[in-house]
Structure formats: structure tokens, C-alpha cells
């Protein structure tokens, strides 16, 4: 069969590649702007004033700034793949973007496979380079080359504007109204199909697991031993609304970690880290679940939703800026599991006990530190290097874990203390059952932090751990009985 000339020809003519979506997973914008925000949070007003200078001044003034390391963003490995035997073969790639042209040639050079490259160069007063603009460039990069004809990857709707002047159309992660209305204009598209966004995905990304630790807003009610029912369902709103905003934190927090997030062995494979959940997405679902957590909260009340501020302000400074602060990091993260217990005393109007506030604050204190000494155990013993995105060094590992170790057991102390206060013998018909808590609480903090030394935590939340954990069950289990006894007066 003699093979049809126009399609060796489009097969062999040079193939531009679009950068954003195409290329890599994610948009070098959005990333270069969060890299920008991690700085300083004040360089959003900054932004705000660039955008007056339009399209390619804007980008050629936050690349100025900032520019995302092309090792640490995410690919279309199959796409990548395809290049590279492509290049092998002998055609030659251009790679061309919107984006400005120093961030393409950066990651052009470091895959090594393109011949050349076109970007957007503000600076110079040039156009944006998408669109019209970007098939002119291409049609006159092409024809300078010597090539009457050209193809073309790329992925959005404004790339339907320059897939009609190439020979040869390839589709990566298009969306569907996109690729059917591309097939019309060229019928033998070759397609590299689009992952979709899944549920499993989206609940991922926003941590619905977390919503566990949550349920600390319901210990003020069990710890008066309330039954009212109404209260009870106050603190179910107050929960829900926790939730949405907590979830919305941590999308925020991800999108700032995206480039330390994307050397870690686990945290790598997060939605946004590996490009599964884009970051467009990522804020507009966290804008909304912010908006309907608080409307929730000022349905509870107005000094919850005091409270669900104070937290989420607390939450994005520590995103910011305290997560990288050796000690006053794991400070924070204590002060907010407790404070979710003082916010719930405050949706069930209830009485928060200094004595529950003071076992919180070194319990989770020492759960903080187990968290860091996990992650530290993931470096090599011989690193001297910073965890990635914190403050701590491999060499602080032996501090942390006596810090952690003594906080765990101070909250025993305190429960203890408690036993004979004046406070236990008020709550409690009979108090002394409450020592049988004691050893329970004291070997499920021994038992968490041996495991942490023995590697068996892998750098994840010790809550998260302790929620899969038969072991850590049982232990409430055990500890509530002796709670049921203490009150019954048994």
C-alpha cells in the first residue's frame, strides 16, 4: 500500500507544544502566583496592580519575581513519552506557550528535547501568546525554518484558534466540548485522553478524613455530661461548619506547598502536588467552602462564629509563614486542637473546664511533636538538610522526642491532679475510677511514640494513625467505660 504523502508530511513536519495543560499537568501562572503569595501574603496587592499592565506585562513582572523549578512540576508522562520518541526519530519540537519565554526556556532546557521555543515577552512590549497571536508565531517560526507545514499539541479552547492552520492536531487532556469541536476541523486527531476529576479525588484534596479531628468540638458536652438534645444538635451544625472551612484551609495550605510537597515520597501523590485536581479548581472550591462554613457558624451563633475566624486565621498565618518556625510551629498546631474544644464549649454554651484545657493543650502537644519526629524519621540519619517546607534538621530529631515524651506525660499528671480536685469530686459520683484512665492514657502515649521510633508512623498524623488503629479504639473504649463508672458512682 503506497502511504499517503500529506500525512508523512504532517507526521514529519515540526510539532509545537503547548506548554499550560498540555505539557505539564498544571498552569506555570497559577503556580508562579502562589509561589509569589508564599513569600508574602501582601503580594496579592502587588498582583492586583500588575494586572493593569496587561496580559504579558503582568507575567513578565511576576516572572521578574518568581518562576516555578521545572523539576518539581507535574508532567502528562504518557505526552512526555511521546515526545521524546518523537525526537528520537529526528522531528523537531518547539515548545510554545503563553507563558512568558523565560519560564519555557527554562523548561525546555531541562527536558532536553526541544529544538526551540516560543513565550510571551512582556518586557519587549510583545503580545500575550495565545490565541491568533500564538498561531502567527508559529506560522513565522515555521515558514524562517524552511517548513510549509507545522502541527500542533495542545489542550483549551483558545487552542481552537490555532489548530486550524496545522497539519497535523494532537489533543492532550482536552476537554470533551473542546476535542468534539477540534475532531470537526481535523477528523484524525490523535488524542491523549483527559483524566476526569473523580469524587474520590475532590474528598482527597479536601481532607474529608480530617473532619475527624472535629469531633474535639463534642468533648465540652461529654465532659458535662449533657443530654440535651438541642445542644447536642447545635454542636452537629457547629461540626459541619468546622469542616468546610478546615477543608478549605487545607486546600490553601496545599497550593502554598505545592513545590515542597512534590519532593516528599507520600505527600507527592496528593491531588494538587501531582496535578490531579487543578489549582483554579482547588480555589474556587475552597472560596466556597469557606462562604458556607461561616454562613453555618453565624446560624450557631456569634461567638462561634468568632471563634471559626480566630481558627481560620490562626490557620492560614500558619500555612504562611509559623509552619516553617522550629517549636512555634507544633505550639500552634496544639493551640488549635484545643481551641476547637473551647469552640465548642461555645456553641453548646457550656462551662470549659481549665483542667480539660490544660490535659489538651500537652496532649496535643505531644501529638504535634510525634507528627514532626515521624517526619524527621523520614530523612537519612546522616542528612543535614531541612525537612522540606519546616524548620527542623535531622539532628533535632533526639530534642523533639524528649519534648514530646515529657508533654504526653504531663497530661497524665494532670488528669491525675484532676482525680482529687474539687472540680472531679463535682462532676463525678465516684472519682477515683477515673485512675484507672490514667495507665490507659499513659501506655496509648508510650505505645504511639514507640511506634514513631520505629518508623511505623511514615510520616503521617498520628490522629489519622490512631483512626485506622484497633489498638487506639480499644483505648477509648476502655477509657470511656471508666468514665461511665466514674459517674455512675459505681
Not at 507544544?17 to 513569600?39: H, I, N, P, Q, W
Not at 474544644?341 to 461555645?346: D, L, S, T
Request: net charge positive; charged share 20%; with cysteine.
Amino acid at each position: 500500500m503506497t502511504p499517503n504523502p500529506a500525512t508523512a508530511a504532517s507526521n514529519t513536519c515540526p510539532l509545537y507544544v503547548d506548554l499550560d495543560g498540555t505539557l505539564t499537568l498544571s498552569d506555570t501562572l497559577y503556580e508562579s502566583v502562589m509561589l509569589f503569595v508564599r513569600r508574602h501574603p501582601l503580594n496579592l496587592l502587588r498582583l492586583l496592580a500588575w494586572l493593569l499592565l496587561g496580559k504579558a506585562g503582568f507575567k513578565h513582572r511576576l516572572a521578574d519575581a518568581v518562576r516555578p523549578d521545572p523539576a518539581r512540576l507535574p508532567y502528562n508522562e504518557r505526552f512526555v513519552q511521546y515526545l521524546r520518541d518523537e525526537h528520537a526519530r529526528g522531528r523537531t519540537l518547539v515548545l510554545a506557550s503563553a507563558a512568558d519565554a523565560r519560564i519555557v526556556s527554562e523548561i525546555a532546557s531541562h527536558f532536553r528535547i526541544f529544538d526551540d521555543t516560543l513565550g510571551t515577552r512582556g518586557g519587549a512590549g510583545g503580545p500575550n501568546l495565545s490565541r491568533a497571536h500564538k498561531r502567527a508565531a508559529i506560522e513565522t517560526h515555521a515558514r524562517a525554518a524552511g517548513h510549509r507545514q507545522w502541527a500542533y499539541a495542545g489542550n483549551s479552547r483558545d487552542d481552537l484558534n490555532v489548530w486550524p492552520g496545522s497539519a497535523q492536531a494532537v489533543a492532550v487532556n482536552t476537554p470533551a466540548g473542546v476535542l468534539s469541536a477540534l475532531q470537526q476541523q481535523h477528523p484524525g486527531v490523535r488524542v491523549f485522553e483527559r483524566e476526569p476529576l473523580r469524587l474520590k479525588t475532590v474528598l482527597r484534596a479536601i481532607r474529608l478524613k480530617q473532619w475527624a479531628k472535629n469531633a474535639l468540638l463534642f468533648v465540652p458536652l461529654l465532659a458535662a455530661h449533657s443530654l440535651d438534645p438541642q445542644a447536642w444538635a447545635t454542636v452537629l451544625v457547629a461540626f459541619l461548619a468546622f469542616g468546610l472551612c478546615a477543608s478549605a484551609t487545607y486546600l490553601f495550605n496545599d497550593l502554598l506547598d505545592l513545590p515542597s510537597d512534590r519532593v516528599h515520597r507520600i505527600k507527592r501523590n496528593r491531588p494538587l502536588a501531582s496535578g490531579a485536581l487543578a489549582i483554579p479548581v482547588a480555589v474556587a472550591l475552597g472560596s466556597v467552602m469557606i462562604v458556607l462554613g461561616f454562613a453555618l457558624s453565624l446560624a450557631v451563633s456569634m461567638g462561634f462564629a468568632a471563634m471559626l475566624l480566630l481558627y481560620t486565621v490562626i490557620t492560614l498565618a500558619y500555612s504562611l509563614r509559623l509552619k516553617r518556625l522550629a517549636l512555634i510551629d507544633v505550639l500552634v498546631l496544639s493551640g488549635l486542637y484545643t481551641l476547637r474544644i473551647g469552640a465548642g464549649a461555645v456553641a453548646a454554651q457550656v462551662e470549659l473546664s481549665n483542667w480539660l484545657l490544660a490535659i489538651s493543650l500537652f496532649l496535643f502537644l505531644s501529638l504535634a511533636l510525634v507528627k514532626r519526629c515521624a517526619e524527621l524519621e523520614e530523612l537519612d540519619d546522616e542528612e543535614a538538610a531541612l525537612a522540606p517546607g519546616r524548620g527542623y534538621q535531622a539532628r533535632d530529631l533526639v530534642s523533639l522526642r524528649a519534648m514530646g515524651l515529657a508533654s504526653g506525660f504531663l497530661a497524665v499528671m494532670v488528669l491525675t491532679l484532676y482525680i482529687d480536685s474539687q472540680k472531679g469530686r463535682e462532676q463525678y459520683a465516684q472519682p477515683e475510677w477515673l485512675w484507672g484512665a490514667a495507665p490507659l492514657l499513659l501506655l496509648w502515649i508510650m505505645r504511639i511514640w514507640l511506634k514513631t521510633g520505629r518508623r511505623e508512623l511514615h510520616g503521617e498524623d498520628p490522629l489519622q494513625f490512631a483512626l485506622r488503629d484497633g489498638f487506639s479504639w480499644l483505648t477509648v473504649a476502655l477509657m470511656g467505660g471508666v468514665g461511665l463508672l466514674a459517674t455512675a458512682g459505681v
